[in-house]
């Protein structure tokens, strides 16, 4: 998401804030620290315990500050949120955990990181901890392997056809952002001047190089597993192949269901959280007015039922289509 604004606002702190209640104490996970909004907001209550999580070297820099503030209550780690196993805390009280998958407003701006058809940078994208650019995938894969990348994680109607002017330029000269986003600005033929032109097609690079639909499958599962009764797990989506996953696997592990269909409901075991209510939580008027990136934000929650580190969950399997085309990367 690019902000208009000159800072980053952490989107629906209020509503994550009411949900998770740090002000009866406790030790929470923030999977995305970024700049540290939720983590800042969470350890101005005394009795808490904050660790955060971010897989950009960057967000360090960031981590520092509140360290000095909150040493002995703050630990940060330069990890993906997939690799919460890591960090062994079976045996922490883990009250709750948040992941924001937005990006945060200086990544955005970062031309070194790429991510915006704004930037003058590179074609990179690579948020950290990464195996290729997106430089290396719109100049080496084929034509059929990126067509699935723009029309699956971007959802780009005319994916086609901006694939085929990709192959016809990249045959003389190599693709930077410049060149990417001229390529698709002339290709497509409906315009929305309301959305830029080239804003699926970069959304869809951002999540194949980052290898966001795994992580994101992998960073719940292990978030659901480290979480004790009655501990929050929430979630705040930008994208709706985000929110499509988020919203399959909180409703799968809240509602009797069989794995298999020769087994009845009746027989599952009781489920893992509680979904105290179906709808997201959606940004208000006033936050809007404030920070107009937050105006595709969706927030959902789960609480868990149980202490338990072992459930059964079909969602790899239920998104084998969208990990197949992940692992097109590696072809690079």
């Known amino acids: 998401m690019v902000s208009d604004a000159p800072k980053h606002y952490p989107v629906l702190l209020n509503e994550i804030i009411s949900i998770i209640t740090p002000q009866h104490g406790g030790t929470f996970i923030d999977c995305t620290f970024g700049q540290g909004g939720y983590s800042k907001k ?6 808490t315990k904050v ?14 500050n509140l360290i000095q503030k909150y040493s002995d209550r703050i630990l940060f780690k ?14 922490e009280n883990i009250k709750g955990i948040v992941f924001d998958l937005g990006y945060s407003f200086s990544q955005m701006k970062d031309h070194k990181k790429g991510l915006s058809f704004n930037s003058t940078g590179e074609l990179n994208m690579k948020l950290g901890m990464n195996d290729f650019s997106a430089k290396e995938v719109i100049n080496k894969l084929n034509s059929e392997d990126l067509e699935k990348i723009l029309k699956n994680f971007g959802e780009e109607k005319e994916a086609k056809r901006i694939v085929n002017n990709i192959l016809k330029v990249r045959k003389d000269k190599e693709i930077d952002t410049k060149l990417l986003v001229k390529i698709i600005e002339t290709t497509k033929r409906k315009k929305n001047y309301k959305t830029h032109s080239a804003t699926k097609t970069f959304q869809a690079l951002r999540i194949f190089v980052n290898k966001e639909i795994s992580e994101l499958i992998n960073g719940l599962t292990q978030a659901s597993k480290v979480l004790k009764k009655d501990g929050i797990l929430a979630v705040v989506t ?32 009781e489920t893992l959280f509680f979904m105290k209510q179906k709808k997201p939580i959606i940004p208000t008027k006033k936050e ?10 969706k ?3 789960v609480i868990k039922k149980k202490d338990s580190f072992e459930f059964q969950t079909d969602i790899l399997e239920k998104f084998k289509f969208l990990i197949d085309i992940e692992n097109l990367g590696n072809k690079i």
């Open 288 to 297: 809007l007015s404030e920070n107009i990136s937050s105006r595709s934000a």
């Open 78 to 91: 330069n990890l993906k949120f997939s690799q919460l196993k890591n960090l062994k805390l079976k045996h």
């Open 51 to 64: 660790i955060a999580l971010d897989r950009d070297l960057d967000s360090k820099k960031i981590a520092e």
């Open 238 to 269: 930008f994208h709706s192949l985000e929110d499509k996953i988020v919203k399959y696997f909180f409703k799968s592990l809240s509602e009797k269901k069989s794995f298999s269909r020769y087994e009845p409901k009746m027989d599952q075991p």
């Open 299 to 301: 927030l959902r929650f």
């Open 42 to 47: 969470i350890l101005e209550f005394s009795n």
